[in-house]
């Protein structure tokens, strides 16, 4: 999910901006299942991110789902 997002120079601003991340906290970080949750959130609270991530990795949405489900601070809806 990192590396889709790394290919994605707009969406990844928009992350960084939303996170409050720096991108030298993303490679010190890629391996942390909290950072990797919040790129979760992010892919799925935009449908066509989600929708051109799913397609790209041959993945249903609900996938992305399950995926964030089984990293730390998931919500309840997912």
């Known amino acids: 999910m990192l590396a889709f997002l790394a ?21 010190s970080r ?15 609270a935009d449908d066509a991110l989600l929708t051109t991530f799913a397609e790209e990795e041959a993945l249903a949405p609900a996938t992305i789902h399950a995926v964030r ?6 919500a309840a809806e997912y």
């Open 7 to 27: 290919r994605d120079a707009e969406a990844l601003a928009r992350f960084l901006v939303l996170s409050g991340l720096e991108i030298e906290d993303l490679r």
């Open 30 to 44: 890629a391996a942390d299942p909290e950072l990797l949750g919040a790129v979760a959130d992010f892919l799925l």
């Open 69 to 74: 489900r089984a990293l730390p601070g998931a």
